[in-house]
Each structure stands twice: as structure tokens, then as C-alpha cells.
């Protein structure tokens, strides 16, 4: 089992745009789930985004209509694109790979900052 490997995030201002990355070997499999969650000092840790092992995605109200999830099997990738940022987004992000012993967990965390 290995840690995901997430990517992207950074500083950007409200109403931009960032893709963060979740990179997990077994994805390609499709055996596993991937849900991301937020989390900000002091808070407990906010689900935001899923993506079923068969594809079915599902969004909190806080950010449906404005990220979207998807997977790139042949890059073992699934993506979060994040869309007219707020700054109440800004948070340390993350992805977690479940559902079958192979998958690889949580991601390291990613940095996402919006200023207004």
C-alpha cells in the first residue's frame, strides 16, 4: 500500500479556478473510491467531494454546482476542479483512496488559499 500522492492547490482570489490532483496505482482498477475532504485550524474535517469506484460522483452543498470530480484511469488520477473559489474553500485539502485493501488511503494535504 502507498500513500497517494496529491498535486495542485495554491494561492488564487475569489471566483478563480484550481485543479487539485490525487494520484493512486489502483485506481486504474477501478476497485477504489475516492473522497475529499477539507480541513481548516482548529475544525474538524469536512467531507467535500466523492467518486464511487464505478464512477458516481457526489458533492457537498457547499461546493455542488461548482467543483467537479473526475478520474483519469490511464493516469491513475482523479482530479477535483474547483470553480468560482470562495474564501471560505480555503483549507488544507484531502484525498483519501478506500474500499478494497489496495487502495492507498489519505493523500499527504494540499494547500488551497483564496483571498477576496
Known amino acids: 500500500q502507498v500513500q497517494p500522492v496529491q498535486s495542485g492547490g495554491g494561492s488564487v482570489q475569489a471566483g478563480g479556478s484550481l485543479r487539485l490532483s490525487c494520484t493512486d496505482p489502483?485506481?486504474?482498477?477501478?476497485?477504489?473510491?475516492v473522497n475529499w475532504y477539507r480541513q481548516t485550524e482548529g475544525k474538524a474535517r469536512e467531507w467535500v467531494s466523492s467518486?464511487?469506484?464505478?464512477?458516481?460522483?457526489n458533492y457537498a452543498d457547499s461546493v455542488k454546482d461548482r467543483f467537479i470530480i473526475s478520474k483519469d484511469v490511464g493516469k491513475d488520477t482523479v482530479y477535483l476542479q474547483m470553480n468560482s473559489l470562495k474564501p471560505e474553500d480555503t483549507a488544507m485539502y484531502f484525498c483519501?483512496?478506500?474500499?478494497?485493501?489496495?487502495?492507498?488511503?489519505w493523500g499527504q494535504g494540499t494547500q488551497v488559499t483564496v483571498s477576496s
Open positions: 483519501n483512496s478506500a474500499g478494497r485493501p489496495q487502495c492507498g488511503g
Open positions: 489502483p485506481l486504474s482498477s477501478n476497485s477504489c473510491a
Open positions: 467518486l464511487s469506484s464505478g464512477g458516481t460522483p
